[in-house]
Each structure stands twice: as C-alpha cells, then as structure tokens.
C-alpha cells in the first residue's frame, strides 16, 4: 500500500518555466511534508518543508501548496534552471511516530535550457 | 552542511556471503537510520537506532540483518546471508533529535550488488 503517491514519474520543462510537482497522501496522522532533492550518486538532501498547519510555504524559487482536506500538496519550481535537474521525493511524517519518514516514489525533474 | 559518510560506495559479493556496510554519522547525532532504495524506486526505511537498541524496524528488516554501533564507532548494517533482492542503495541517515524529518541527514549511499 502506497501511503505517500507522486502521480508522476518524471517531468520535463524548459529553461525558465514553472515545474509543477505534485504528491498525495493517505494517512491522515500525516503533519509534516518534507521535499527531498536527490542528485544522481548521491543521498537525498531536504529542500524544503510545510507542517499541517499550514497551507503555504516558500523558499525563494520554491513552493509548497498543501490542501489538507485534499490530503494533497505540490512542489512549485519558478523560474527553472538545469540545476534544478534531480529527482524531487515528497516524504510525509506523523508526530506521533517521528520514528519514520515515508517517501513517495520520486519525480524525475528535467529542465532543458 | 553537516555529513554523513558512506564507505564503501559500492560492494560486489555473492549470494550467500556477508556482508557489512559502513556508517559514519555526524558527529553530535545520537539517532541512526537505514533505508533502502531499489533502482529508480522509492526510499524505503529499514531501521532506527538509539542509544545501543534498535527503536523501531519494517517489515524490509528482515532476520539476515542486524545494526550496530559500537563504542561510537561506524554505525553498521550486516547482512549475512546476503540474497538476490537485497541489491539496492543502502543510505544511512543520522539526527540530532527524535523529530521527524527536518533533521534527517542522508549519507551518499553504498550500492549493494548481489551476484
């Protein structure tokens, strides 16, 4: 059973577009949303986060938007770069088990220049 | 930023063999993780460790496993005997505090082959 889905596989935009990233989820004990960057050969590093709370956050060129009723969120990447190019994995925890992180299956970003 | 080393980066045994992978987490963590990746699939957690004990394990742990730590050292994952599917990346991660993912620190990964 796949508690944290991302729809797609991979997504590929041009140099300077918005990179839409989207991600759902089925445990509604779920309150913390993490996006892990990952680069080829190399382990996954957080890029940015939101809390149930919330149903906004940005870091510079990244956003989140979480709709809990939803039980869903995406990763906006504004203005995209080649550097942007990694696979993206929405990861969920639940406080009462912070034990574990769940991880989707991960998005495959291309940005062509 | 804060690191977590892997060693090796990549293993090749036979099936059926033992084998040992390292860890060294950042230095002030106190909480250890493993996880495993299959080749273009999602991370899946494997393990939990604190203070000496294993807090927490999926279903993936399977009895060929076992982790420790000893005396402060590598933090380490065994597998003996090793099977066909457990080749994958193994990552270890490490953490400061027991609090969600915010403090996850991922290692580079060992990718295990199993012949």
């Known amino acids: 059973q796949q508690q944290v889905r991302q729809s797609s596989q991979s997504l590929t935009v041009w140099e300077g577009e918005t990179a839409i990233l989207n991600c759902s989820y089925e445990n509604s004990a779920f309150d913390y949303f993490p996006w892990y960057q990952q680069f080829p050969g190399e382990g996954p590093a957080l890029l940015i986060a939101i809390r149930s709370v919330s149903d906004k956050k940005e870091d510079g060129r990244f956003t989140i938007f979480f709709n809990k009723r939803e039980k869903n969120l995406s990763l906006h990447i504004k203005d995209s770069q080649p550097g942007d190019s990694a696979t993206y994995f929405c990861a969920a925890s639940a406080s009462s088990n912070t034990n574990k992180v769940v991880f989707g299956t991960g998005t495959r970003l291309q940005v062509l220049p | 930023g804060p690191k977590v080393l892997q060693i090796p980066s990549h293993q090749i045994i036979d099936m059926g063999q033992m084998v040992t992978l390292n860890c060294d987490p950042v230095s002030n963590h106190l909480y250890f993780y493993w996880y495993k990746q299959i080749l273009g699939q999602q991370m899946e957690f494997l393990v939990n460790f604190y203070n000496g004990k294993v807090m927490e394990k999926s279903k993936l742990f399977k009895d060929q496993f076992s982790v420790e730590r000893p005396d402060g050292s590598y933090f380490t994952l065994k597998i003996q005997p090793t099977a066909l599917e457990d080749s994958a990346v193994y990552f270890c991660?490490?953490?400061?505090?027991?609090?969600?993912?915010?403090?996850?620190?991922f290692g580079s990964g060992t990718r295990l082959t199993v012949l």
């Open positions: 991660a490490s953490s400061l505090v027991l609090g969600g993912a915010e403090t996850l620190y």
